[in-house]
């Protein structure tokens, strides 16, 4: 008998691991379960995985685990508490390059938490290939308290024989070591240093979760190679997270995205998950999310991580009364106060409530508002405001009985001498002001193309919904949002990062850049034949990008005859801002559709209508926004010769030289996104490196745009 596959993702938060079983073929929820995080055990959070593992695949029953994935704070929570590891500084050179490198001694004074600086050691290395002066370096180290060794060489991006040479004898030692430039391939040593010593500094506890809940994962008869999501949100496999743990740093929010970027079909607007305490905000543009370099111990590193911004206000925020005035909502929350939401107490116990001020801890202000009944206290939370005034969608997981909502908020309504539901309505106007300061912030600075609003986590409907509606923009809660970061993990992608800085990159040079980040997805177990790599040239910082995606199974499972086309067109309508689409081009993986209509925005007004084009996938998904774009169709034989005179003819020059459209192109199950190279014959040579192993008849779909 064959056993149905089903896709595990399990989310380590701080207080709960949530585990979910998805099916493979459907993506459909089969399964969820919440265990206590297990921080106090000996084998820490290695145990309540294990436990989540067995009580979800217990609830499931028979079923092939063919993916496995988990994300954990356990990285960002020892960075942000100073609970790292001694990491021991490996200089490497002689003459200015050993001035350098003792320069980084001072990584020693940052501060990951308050009164916990990141513990340094130091030695030089005159000769990397000395043995014996090598050993003699990781010996001084080691007498001095160092668990980890740093192997540090200015310009070993360039070649790195050096820091290998160290590295190969600490690990022959039986130590735990790492090289910059196993980090990063980028410029900057203080910065890649920086960042290898952060990544050294957690190596330790992350390496020995990690063999934990590797063999606690066997234990359990699970074959399927076990995946750890990314800051990025991606997830990478277990042997890149045991050399890169730094990696995983700040993947909480990452996850989320992942399950509203695969889960939810969110192609182009901003995500916001919102917990108890705080909403996390990020976007999602053209199908993709949004990365950036993280800042960490007050410093930028060359971690990539996804561009997260938090605001401190979520489902349990506390409202904070002056006199008649309702101040603030948050920081402070029902959790941190250690009171129950008055929304979900039943309404009798609320019978002849009063309102008091009380101060959550010691140094807070005594203004947040709490009610005082004959039962105790509870806390008047935005949640409360939001079931109150009738927001909350009945299946929401924030939902509440109306009729206690409103008593919630009845006596507060008194007090500022308005109805219970023009009070919910000042409360929710005020909370969600800084969430809307950010929203617009990210919606000016990425341009989005008909932005949606997605709200995950489980005090989502007290944020999204009135904020989308106060926006005038479409929203709507992330099914399961209470375990959309479990659900995250279990649907997301292999993912890899190559960065270097190339002056004067030639053609080979690109094309080996995007190799290296196509064979690591790869190696790390994605199907080769549905990777994609998007690649970015940035001549000023001569920098060179590849990230490439890919599945650990290729997506073969045909969802098309159950996709309403006619809900599709009309949201791409929606978003394109008429009433009305046409097809363009359709391939056995994807759908064209497009119409004339103005650019998004203000400025949009005054400039003629371009064409707005829409790619769908088979499964429904807008995975593709084009702006004034020209959709050519052709062949992969055909192709370079098409393609070559279409990019001569949409390159634009100007002051500051040739600009070339921006590309993406159709390939069987991929879409190529080469938007971010300029020249022409940069991008000619990626687009013959695209359709090299392609064959000659094999439909391809061109969508150009024209650079503004």
């Given at each position: 008998?064959?056993?149905?596959?089903?896709?595990?993702?399990?989310?380590?938060?701080?207080?709960?691991?949530?585990?979910?079983?998805?099916?493979?073929?459907?993506?459909?929820?089969?399964?969820?379960?919440?265990?206590?995080?297990?921080?106090?055990?000996?084998?820490?959070?290695?145990?309540?995985?294990?436990?989540?593992?067995?009580?979800?695949?217990?609830?499931?029953?028979?079923?092939?685990?063919?993916?496995?994935?988990?994300?954990?704070?356990?990285?960002?929570?020892?960075?942000?508490?100073?609970?790292?590891?001694?990491?021991?500084?490996?200089?490497?050179?002689?003459?200015?390059?050993?001035?350098?490198?003792?320069?980084?001694?001072?990584?020693?004074?940052?501060?990951?938490?308050?009164?916990?600086?990141?513990?340094?050691?130091?030695?030089?290395?005159?000769?990397?290939?000395?043995?014996v002066r090598v050993k003699e370096a990781i010996a001084r180290l080691t007498g001095d308290g160092a668990e980890v060794v740093v192997a540090v060489e200015p310009f070993s991006v360039d070649d790195p024989a050096g820091e290998r040479a160290v590295i190969a004898a600490v690990r022959e030692q039986g130590l735990l070591g790492t090289a910059t430039h196993e980090i990063t391939g980028l410029y900057g040593l203080t910065r890649r240093a920086r960042t290898a010593v952060l990544n050294a500094g957690i190596m330790p506890r992350m390496v020995a979760t990690a063999d934990l809940v590797d063999r606690s994962v066997t234990r359990a008869g699970i074959s399927a190679p076990l995946m750890v999501m990314r800051g990025d949100g991606g997830v990478m496999s277990l042997p890149e997270m045991r050399r890169r743990p730094l990696l995983t740093a700040l993947s909480g929010p990452a996850a989320g995205v992942a399950?509203?970027?695969?889960?939810?079909?969110?192609?182009?607007?901003?995500?916001?998950?919102?917990?108890?305490?705080?909403?996390?905000?990020?976007?999602?543009?053209?199908?993709?999310?949004?990365?950036?370099?993280?800042?960490?111990?007050?410093?930028?590193?060359?971690?990539?991580?996804?561009?997260?911004?938090?605001?401190?206000?979520?489902?349990?925020?506390?409202?904070?009364?002056?006199g008649t005035t309702i101040v603030g909502v948050g920081p402070r929350s029902a959790h941190i106060a250690g009171l129950p939401y008055a929304c979900f107490a039943d309404a009798a116990a609320l019978a002849g409530a009063t309102v008091e001020s009380v101060a959550p801890r010691p140094d807070d202000p005594a203004d947040y508002v709490v009610l005082s009944t004959k039962d105790g206290r509870f806390a008047v939370t935005l949640t409360c405001a939001a079931n109150a005034l009738g927001v909350v969608p009945a299946d929401a997981y924030a939902h509440a009985d109306p009729e206690a909502a409103r008593l919630?908020?009845?006596?507060?309504?008194?007090?500022?001498?308005?109805?219970?539901?023009?009070?919910?309505?000042?409360?929710?106007?005020?909370?969600?002001?800084?969430?809307?300061?950010?929203?617009?912030?990210?919606?000016?600075?990425?341009?989005?193309?008909?932005?949606?609003?997605?709200?995950?986590?489980?005090?989502?409907?007290?944020?999204?919904?009135?904020?989308?509606?106060?926006?005038?923009?479409?929203?709507?809660i992330a099914a399961h949002s209470e375990v959309i970061s479990p659900l995250g993990a279990a649907l997301a992608l292999v993912r890899e990062s190559v960065e270097r800085i190339i002056p004067g990159a030639s053609n080979e040079d690109i094309l080996a850049v995007r190799t290296a980040a196509e064979t690591a997805v790869v190696e790390q177990g994605a199907d080769p034949a549905g990777v994609e790599v998007d690649v970015t040239v940035d001549p000023r910082r001569n920098l060179v990008r590849a990230v490439a995606t890919g599945a650990t199974e290729l997506r073969t499972r045909d969802r098309a005859a159950t996709v309403d086309w006619a809900a599709v067109r009309a949201e791409v309508a929606r978003s394109t801002g008429v009433d009305e689409v046409e097809d363009i081009v359709s391939t056995p993986r994807y759908r064209v559709f497009g119409a004339m209509a103005r650019r998004p925005g203000l400025l949009g007004r005054f400039t003629p209508a371009v064409r707005q084009v829409r790619v769908v996938d088979q499964e429904g998904v807008v995975r593709l926004h084009a702006t004034g774009a020209h959709v050519e169709s052709t062949t992969a034989g055909e192709a370079p010769t098409v393609l070559a005179a279409l990019v001569a003819e949409h390159t634009r020059v100007g002051d500051g030289g040739s600009r070339a459209p921006a590309v993406w192109l159709l390939v069987g199950p991929k879409i190529a996104d080469l938007s971010g190279v300029l020249a022409t014959d940069q991008l000619l040579a990626l687009i013959g490196a695209e359709l090299r192993a392609r064959s000659s008849d094999e439909p391809v779909v061109a969508i150009l745009e024209d650079r503004r």
């Open positions: 008998m064959t056993l149905p596959k089903i896709r595990v993702g399990i989310d380590v938060g701080g207080t709960f691991t949530d585990a979910v079983a998805v099916d493979a073929a459907t993506y459909a929820l089969l399964g969820q379960v919440k265990v206590p995080t297990s921080h106090d055990h000996d084998d820490g959070v290695a145990f309540g995985i294990l436990t989540a593992l067995e009580q979800l695949l217990a609830q499931v029953g028979e079923a092939e685990v063919s993916f496995l994935a988990h994300g954990t704070t356990q990285a960002t929570n020892a960075l942000l508490e100073g609970d790292v590891a001694v990491v021991g500084i490996a200089g490497i050179g002689t003459g200015f390059d050993a001035f350098a490198t003792r320069r980084l001694a001072a990584l020693g004074r940052t501060e990951l938490a308050p009164g916990r600086r990141l513990p340094v050691r130091f030695a030089s290395v005159r000769d990397a290939g000395d043995p399950g509203a970027l695969m889960g939810e079909q969110l192609s182009e607007g901003v995500f916001l998950e919102t917990g108890g305490t705080s909403t996390d905000i990020s976007v999602v543009r053209r199908g993709r999310v949004q990365v950036r370099h993280a800042h960490l111990g007050g410093h930028e590193t060359y971690l990539p991580a996804l561009d997260v911004r938090t605001v401190g206000l979520g489902g349990g925020s506390m409202i904070r009364l002056q919630a908020l009845a006596p507060l309504a008194a007090v500022l001498n308005l109805s219970v539901a023009d009070a919910a309505r000042a409360v929710l106007t005020q909370a969600v002001k800084p969430v809307r300061e950010v929203v617009d912030t990210l919606l000016r600075d990425y341009r989005l193309d008909g932005p949606a609003l997605v709200g995950g986590g489980g005090g989502a409907a007290a944020v999204t919904p009135f904020l989308g509606d106060s926006m005038d923009l479409p929203w709507r």
